[in-house]
């Protein structure tokens, strides 16, 4: 009787098991999907933040030429503040003696910001069930590092342009270097490299029947998680998925 009852139970393992790999399957999807929205978020409020940023290294080029007046720092500084706020700073003003110091922190209002934004991708990216509690921690501590180098970067900046006296001839300098910073170290946009593609390499001809060889090119972001397995399941599913659509075609048997 007590083998009758195993028995039963690895019959309904079996027939489960299969439900259980497509509500998976499906999970990823869904997860991917909202990753992917989640992150052309993040990409256009960069792409904002480095043209602002960019364009604001190119008026004091202009400005440094006849040397700039206390109204025109005043402007630049203002133009660096909205440009802050977007990435989600704000300045805090607190007095030391007899000084008044200020400094960037992170805002209270932080919903439609960049650091918010990149915080929300990493916790969609973080529901993936393929990732350990490890690579979970790790996920989190990095994008973390990254926003508080961003935050000091700026604060740096910051502390140059609230000088009273300040070298407008490097000043562009440094704001092109965040820029480059963000772009190449904090996190690049989406690039054509990372669009898949998919070509016909030639015909391989055995006997009588000829073959279209076909190769497909694909970007998998974040490829060290899943310890360092997550390009050879990525591939897999991909070639079951296109597997399973040449045969609905009938192209593939």
Known sequence: MKSFNCWIDIIKTQRTLPNYKKTQKKVKKDIGRERLLVEKSVNRQLEKINKNLTDLADKIQILEKGGLEVEETRKIKIYYLDIVNMIGLEVVTERQ????????????????????SVRNWYKTLSK???????????????????????????????????????????????????????????????????????????????????????????????????????????????????LQQLRQVYIYR
Not at 146 to 155: C, E, G, P, Q, S
Not at 174 to 184: A, P, Q, R, T
Not at 209 to 237: C, P, W
């Open 128 to 242: 993936d069930p393929s990732l350990t509690e490890d690579e979970l921690q790790n996920l989190q501590e990095e994008w973390e590092k990254k926003i508080d180098l961003l935050k000091l970067r700026a604060n740096k900046i910051y502390q140059k342009i609230s000088r009273s006296s300040f070298d407008e001839r490097k000043l562009d300098d440094y704001i092109i270097d965040l820029v480059k910073w963000i772009s190449e170290r904090f996190k690049t946009t989406e690039n054509l490299w990372q669009d898949p593609k998919a070509w016909t390499e030639g015909i391989s001809q055995s006997n009588t029947i000829a073959t279209m060889d076909y190769i497909v090119t694909f970007y998998v972001d974040n490829i060290k998680l899943e310890q360092y397995q997550r390009g050879h399941r990525v591939k897999s599913e991909v070639q079951g998925e296109i």
């Open 97 to 116: 003696e007899k000084r008044r110091l200020s400094r960037l922190e992170e805002s209270q209002e932080m919903e439609s910001t960049l650091i918010a």
